[in-house]
């Protein structure tokens, strides 16, 4: 109710300073809401499909945010979806699981998860970013950092083939690479909630979702100002937008990792990296096709050391399975040069 009142009254323009600011608090917390709601869905479903409901919802919002912001200026975000996704790689990959890495070390010294959930996760990531992120730039059908309708065809159907296989090994056929070696503490959680309380939550979380897209289309105009004053790159839209969706997934996993549940936390960070690339290029591919615009998907050379360096280290200190506060330093340090150098390129 909150969420559309404060959405009628900055589409209405009344009081636009109030109404903005209003806007943006209020839409950072339905996003909250959103996957709060979606956390008790996962509660009661448990794991691993407790934080694939989690990737799903934040992915939702995300890509609604994207579609909005195409639907409204075509022409002006072309690379949208590519900045977006890219900053949800480097988000989740260095921002993300360097402050869980670091937090469970500080509070643990050792903390241990399976690391073949971990690699089966980094493979298809790896797999993803590359042919979708990088391979664009060498492509010969078109010039730039496009794709042909085939190829982008092409590629939003082979995201979701990667990123659905992933699920299937998650939830299926490998279910126990995802589960902790050893039970968890009882007191970490608290009981399932009733069956009633599930349904009540996804409700409310369809809810949640529909308003976060309306009040991020109110917002949006007023961020690309903020960013176009200042002098930023048009990138750090893309940023911004990763890092609000992303958000609360990553104080879940923040507090995971500091309640000792390493396993949950990673399962939380890289499912969201997937679902970023995997559900979100269909989509945008197909609005793209839809709209007969041009999408920007390869990424600059800057770019893509910066993910070639982020995939080779998270296969170091993920792929043995026992990480400390040295590695989550490392990749809080490859964080901070990518937010440094997406405002001073």
Same mark, same amino acid.
């Given at each position: ?67 909005? /912001?195409?639907?409204? !200026?075509? %022409? +002006?975000?072309?690379? =949208? $979806? ?8 480097? #988000? &989740? ?110 409700? /409310?979380?369809?809810? !949640?979702? %529909? +308003?976060?897209?309306? =009040? $991020? ?8 100002? #903020? &960013? ?110 990518? /937010? ?6």
């Amino acid at each position: 109710m909150t969420a559309a009142v404060t959405f009628g009254v900055a589409s209405a323009g009344l009081a636009a300073g109030a109404a903005v600011a209003a806007v943006a608090v209020v839409l950072i917390a339905t996003v909250f809401a959103a996957v709060h709601h979606a956390e008790v869905v996962a509660h009661r479903v448990g794991e691993p499909f407790g934080t694939l409901v989690l990737a799903v919802a934040v992915t939702v919002i995300e890509v609604a945010l994207i579609v909005s /912001l195409m639907l409204e !200026s075509p %022409a +002006a975000t072309a690379s =949208l $979806a590519r900045d977006t996704a890219f900053a949800a790689v480097m #988000i &989740v990959c260095n921002g993300i699981v360097g402050l869980s890495l670091l937090a469970g070390g500080v509070r643990h010294f050792e903390q241990d998860f399976q690391f073949r959930g971990a690699l089966a996760a980094l493979a298809v990531l790896a797999a993803l970013t590359v042919l979708v992120l990088i391979l664009p730039n060498y492509t010969t059908s078109t010039a730039g950092p496009t794709l042909s309708p085939a190829q982008l065809i092409f590629a939003g159907i082979v995201s979701l083939l990667l990123y659905g296989a992933f699920v299937f090994v998650q939830t299926v056929r490998h279910r126990d690479y995802f589960l902790p070696e050893q039970a968890e503490d009882e007191d970490a959680h608290a009981l399932p909630p009733t069956r009633r309380a599930s349904w009540t939550s996804f409700g /409310l979380l369809v809810v !949640s979702l %529909a +308003a976060v897209v309306g =009040l $991020a289309k109110a917002l949006s105009p007023t961020l690309e100002r #903020i &960013v176009e004053d200042a002098g930023a790159p048009r990138a750090v839209v893309g940023i911004v937008i990763a890092g609000l969706v992303l958000m609360p997934e990553g104080l879940a996993a923040l507090r995971a990792a500091r309640a000792n549940r390493l396993q949950t936390s990673m399962n939380l960070a890289l499912g969201s990296a997937l679902a970023s690339i995997g559900l979100t290029v269909p989509v945008v591919a197909a609005v793209s096709l839809w709209l007969g615009q041009p999408l920007a998907l390869g990424l600059s050379a800057k770019d893509s050391v910066l993910l070639m360096l982020t995939l080779l280290l998270a296969v170091i200190t993920l792929g043995t399975g026992r990480t400390t506060i040295l590695q989550g330093i490392v990749h809080l340090v490859i964080f901070a040069a990518f /937010l440094f150098l997406a405002v001073v390129p």
